[in-house]
Nanobody
Framework: VQLQASGGGLVQAGGSLRLSCAASGGTFSTYSAGWFRQAPGKEREFIAAISSFGGRTYNDHFAEGRFTVSRDNARNTVYPQMSSLKPEDTAVYYC??????????????????WGQGTLVTVSS
């Protein structure tokens, strides 16, 4: 599938933001979707994933309940929701997809399809 991420921008610390990842070219309900981010000078890190069955996985190291993810298969879209944003959340956020609901969804290499990324900047 092809993925198009959107919704990034500039937000003040403490604010909230909802991103979107729209898929095309496949039956999206059969795909699991993951979200990753990459800050300048840092490695890409896992944020959250939602399987084709609707199960959710979060990176507890920093998500701390601030990140949630949902999907609307009728719209072929996944929605990560971020709240209580901090300046250290500034990064390019990427969505990714893999066929099927199984696998280590927190591992970037299991995903076959990636979006182009959307920049989120959190000001202090």
């Amino acid at each position: 599938v092809q993925l198009q991420a959107s919704g990034g921008g500039l937000v003040q610390a403490g604010g909230s933001l909802r991103l979107s990842c729209a898929a095309s070219g496949g039956t999206f309900s059969t795909y699991s979707a993951g979200w990753f981010r990459q800050a300048p000078g840092k490695e890409r890190e896992f944020i959250a994933a939602i399987s084709s069955f609707g199960g959710r996985t979060y990176n507890d190291h920093f998500a701390e309940g601030r990140f949630t993810v949902s999907r609307d298969n009728a719209r072929n879209t996944v929605y990560p929701q971020m709240s209580s944003l901090k300046p250290e959340d500034t990064a390019v956020y990427y969505c990714a997809a893999k066929y099927g609901g199984s696998g280590l969804l927190f591992v970037a290499s299991v995903y076959n399809d990636w979006g182009q990324g959307t920049l989120v900047t959190v000001s202090s």
